[in-house]
């Protein structure tokens, strides 16, 4: 995939430019840092239905469906959030999950993204504590029935 970097470069910014509120700095690295880690990239091209939305030759966001039920990615780059294209992505990504068949959706969310899923109809199931190196993360498991 030709925009690989470009999607690395998006993931690494938005989590270390909207994530300040939520995490530590030691967090924010330890998640942005999974940026370097290939076989989590390739799984994205080879094995998962990835949506970009561009714009003048600028990746602004990507999000990806894994299997026919758990929506893996959704990040926007920092500059283009509030204009709608979490959304975008999000109906796109939920249509393809119904074509696939599934009856509900779920994902692992972080605080940042946790206002947006649960605006969009889904319920939090669990905390979770994700370990990346020395340091603890939070997130949500949520779940939507279509």
């Known amino acids: 995939m030709k925009d690989l970097g470009k999607l690395k470069q998006l ?25 370097d880690v290939s076989s989590r990239w390739l799984g994205l091209i080879k094995e998962q239905y990835t949506i970009l939305l561009e714009a003048e030759n600028e990746v602004i966001g990507f999000a990806s469906l894994r299997g026919e039920d758990y929506f893996d990615f ?15 992505l999000y109906i796109a990504i939920l249509a393809e999950a119904k074509k696939r068949g599934a009856t509900k959706i779920y994902s692992d969310v972080s605080y940042m993204a946790k206002p947006f899923f649960l605006a969009q109809g889904f319920s939090i199931l669990k905390e979770n504590e994700n370990k990346l190196g020395a340091e603890m993360l939070i997130n949500f498991r949520v779940e939507k029935v279509l």
């Open 11 to 35: 993931f690494r910014d938005s989590i270390l430019k909207s994530g300040l509120d939520h995490y530590t700095e030691g967090q924010l690295k330890a998640w942005s840092d999974r940026a």
């Open 74 to 88: 959704l990040y926007v780059s920092q500059h283009q959030q509030g204009k709608g294209y979490a959304k975008q």
